[in-house]
């Protein structure tokens, strides 16, 4: 079963606008939310995390919101730059599954200039 | 660069064939965790180590193993290989319980 869900496969922004990548989870175990970017032929990059004690957390151009009550988390990058285009996973982690990560199946995003 | 190093980056082998996949976590880091990529699935979460002793499974088949060496590197054997077990094989490494993971560069794994 997909626990974390990424329902959209692909985005295209123009460059300097904002990119907005959805990500939705079942399961209220959940307490601890991580994106991560990732190119062709290279592993994961981490990019930003929210605790679910918080609602919102900001580094630098990305921005990760989180909506407990839809069990919603979105990450905002603005500006969107070209080299953003990539693969964006969101995972998710249970203090009762230990800290295995389940993963989204990925958004592409490609950030025209 | 993640401070994670994975090798071999590429390995072609038949089925049937057994191979092992090793990690090297970054520096001080004490948990290990094994991923599978592969087309259908997905990141899959196999299996975690922390400091030498096995933490948590997910989906992780029976012909499949690893361990956490005293040094900290941990190695993934893959046995009786079949033509589905071609993915990316990640590696992740964090500091504790509940640290972020940093991901190595992946091991591709083709069984012909």
């Known amino acids: 079963d997909q626990q974390v869900k990424q329902n959209s496969p692909s985005l295209s922004v123009q460059e300097g606008r904002i990119s907005i990548l959805n990500c939705d989870y079942t399961?209220?175990?959940?307490?601890?939310f991580l994106w991560y970017k990732k190119y062709p032929a290279e592993g994961p990059t981490f990019l930003i995390s929210?605790?679910?004690?918080?609602d919102k957390n900001e580094d630098g151009r990305f921005t990760v919101f989180l909506n407990k009550s839809a069990k919603h988390l979105s990450l905002h990058i603005v500006p969107s730059q070209p080299g953003d285009s990539a693969v964006y996973f969101c995972a998710a982690s249970a203090a009762e599954y230990g800290n295995k990560l389940v993963f989204g199946a990925g958004t592409i995003l490609r950030v025209k200039s | 660069d993640s401070g994670v190093t994975q090798t071999p980056k590429h390995l072609i082998t038949a089925t049937g064939q057994r191979v092992t996949l090793r990690c090297s976590p970054r520096?001080?880091?004490?948990?290990v965790y094994w991923y599978q990529q592969s087309l259908d699935q997905g990141l899959q979460f196999l299996i975690q180590y922390y400091n030498g002793e096995e933490r948590a499974k997910g989906n992780i088949l029976e012909r499949f193993s690893a361990q956490q060496f005293p040094d900290l590197h941990s190695e993934l054997n893959l046995s009786s290989l079949e033509l589905g077990d071609s993915a990316l094989y990640f590696c992740a490494s964090s500091a504790g319980a509940r640290e972020t993971q940093y991901f190595g560069p992946g091991t591709r794994l083709l069984v012909l």
């Open positions: 929210i605790s679910s004690i918080k």
């Open positions: 399961n209220s175990m959940f307490d601890y």
């Open positions: 520096s001080g880091d004490l948990s």
